[in-house]
């Protein structure tokens, strides 16, 4: 006699247990003496699966059921345990690594911002000094010590219907030749004090001033052919010799023409 490893009844040599058969539907071999109707097998099949939680249960709980019984039959662990191991891998929240900024960074970061600022700060300063009413301060003053600046004082001092009659007569560049500029060493400008913008009444002397200009050399000029479109008159400090200089004059714009500087007596 054996003993069965599962349920430890006694079973004769070579057969198998009515535990086993139970637990995996099967049943009794067809002999002559214990055949099975098909309809108490049908039973016996329902019985069998109603029961196999209990069976499975009552095996599981057994001390003498071999270790590795539910492994070799891989037997699928509980679903809680596997969500929670699932979960846990999924939501695990990835690691970062911190940056470090050291100081040379930092200070070389430094650098590079104020180095971006003087340039912006030196770069609206050149466009404001070299643009506009301004740039043509700083044009004038600079074209009256250079020794090669006749020809952008009188096109800054006279109108462009005057400047063609030179052209035409041929006395356009004796007059560029025959300019002499005031000394580096004696005169400088130091710096735009002030800038006020020109009432209309100004603008229509200017008008007028320029017309007068053209008159004096012979040269008619048609109706509404010189417009001053805006102006403004600017206080100068400026160097002469030894002393400092207070000055100004009138710089307006004619339509057609560009920038013009005009005395601060141009009324007179």
Not at 114 to 134: D, E, M, P, W
Request: aromatic share 10%; glycine share 8%.
């Amino acid at each position: 006699m054996a003993i069965c490893d599962f349920c430890g009844k006694e079973i004769p040599d070579g057969s198998v247990c009515d535990c086993m058969r139970e637990l995996f539907g099967g049943i009794p071999e067809n002999t002559d003496e214990n055949a099975v109707k098909p309809e108490a097998a049908a039973e016996n099949k329902a019985a069998s699966a109603v029961d196999v939680r209990k069976i499975l249960s009552e095996i599981q709980n057994k001390d003498d059921v071999p270790q590795n019984f539910f492994n070799e039959r891989q037997f699928v662990p509980p679903l809680d345990d596997m969500y929670e191991n699932t979960a846990a891998e999924s939501y695990s929240a990835p690691v970062r690594k911190k940056s470090r900024v050291t100081k040379k960074v930092l200070r070389r970061r430094r650098l590079c911002a104020i180095a971006v600022i003087f340039l912006l700060i030196f770069g609206v300063s050149f466009v404001r000094n070299h643009t506009g009413c301004r740039g043509t301060v700083h044009e004038y003053w600079n074209c009256v010590v250079d020794e090669n600046g006749g020809k952008t004082y009188y096109t800054l001092g006279l109108p462009q219907i005057l400047i063609n009659h030179f052209e035409s007569t041929g006395e356009w560049d004796g007059l560029i030749n025959n300019y002499e500029n005031l000394s580096k060493d004696a005169v400088k400008l130091k710096k735009i004090k002030k800038i006020k913008k020109m009432t209309k009444d100004e603008l229509h002397d200017a008008e007028e001033y320029l017309n007068k200009i053209a008159l004096m050399y012979g040269v008619e000029v048609p109706n509404g052919s010189i417009i001053a479109d805006s102006g403004y008159f600017v206080t100068v400090i400026y160097k002469f010799g030894d002393d400092n200089v207070i000055g100004g004059a009138y710089y307006v714009q004619i339509e057609g023409e560009g920038w013009k500087v005009l005395p601060h007596d141009m009324t007179q």
